[in-house]
Structure formats: structure tokens, C-alpha cells
């Protein structure tokens, strides 16, 4: 059994700055990709920002240079920090993680709870 605990969401005025944090636990052998998604009301989820384990990021287009995600191997820990934080960015924030609870088991995707991220105009 996997879990993945996200934290560090909340309100925040326009212009202003959150970080995230997932924390994953349970039976892990070893992660791969780690990753942001979001969904706003009435929308898709989509892709936030994803990092390896080796730490090559990938962002969404629209995002770039204001949200970065890192990760702490050691801890199993991915983050997400961002800057200038706009309305639109308001979203429920779900961390993504694949990961391998044996050597003789493919990787798996499991998913957090998600953190409700809202700014304020």
C-alpha cells in the first residue's frame, strides 16, 4: 500500500506565493516520475510539472518561470513552488507518483488526495 500526502495549499491573494509538498509512504521499492497535476472547476485535469528521479523537470507551457518542482529523493518527497500566482491558477492540486512496491513489479501510478489552491483577484 502506497500514500501520498499532499500539503501546503490554501488562499492566497494574487501576486502572492505557495509551496506544496507530497510526501509519498508505504511499501516503495523505488519511484520514478513524480509529478503536479490540476483541476479547476468544470475542467480537465491537467499537467502541472513533472521531475525524474535524476531531477529533469517538465512544466506546462503557461507555467513556466513562475511554479518549480523539486524533489528529495531521500525522503520521498516532490514540491511545488509557486510564484505570482495568478486567479486562474486556482485549481485542486493532486500529486502523482510512479512507483514500485518490489523489484518484480512494474511501476504504478498512484495519486494523493489532492490540496485546493485558491487566489484571490
Known amino acids: 500500500q502506497v500514500q501520498l500526502v499532499e500539503s501546503g495549499g490554501g488562499l492566497v491573494q494574487a501576486g502572492g506565493s505557495l509551496r506544496l509538498s507530497c510526501a509519498a509512504s508505504g511499501s516503495i521499492f523505488s519511484i520514478n516520475l513524480m509529478g503536479w497535476y490540476r483541476q479547476a472547476p468544470g475542467k480537465q485535469r491537467e499537467l502541472v510539472a513533472t521531475?525524474?528521479?535524476?531531477?529533469?523537470?517538465n512544466y506546462a507551457d503557461s507555467l513556466k518561470g513562475r511554479f518549480t518542482i523539486s524533489r528529495d529523493n531521500a525522503r520521498n518527497t516532490v514540491y511545488l513552488q509557486m510564484n505570482s500566482l495568478k486567479p486562474e491558477d486556482t485549481a485542486v492540486y493532486y500529486c502523482?507518483?510512479?512507483?514500485?512496491?518490489?523489484?518484480?513489479?512494474?511501476?504504478?501510478?498512484?495519486w494523493g488526495q489532492g490540496t485546493q489552491v485558491t487566489v484571490s483577484s
Open positions: 502523482n507518483a510512479e512507483v514500485r512496491t518490489t523489484p518484480y513489479r512494474p511501476h504504478l501510478d498512484y
Open positions: 521531475i525524474t528521479t535524476g531531477a529533469t523537470t
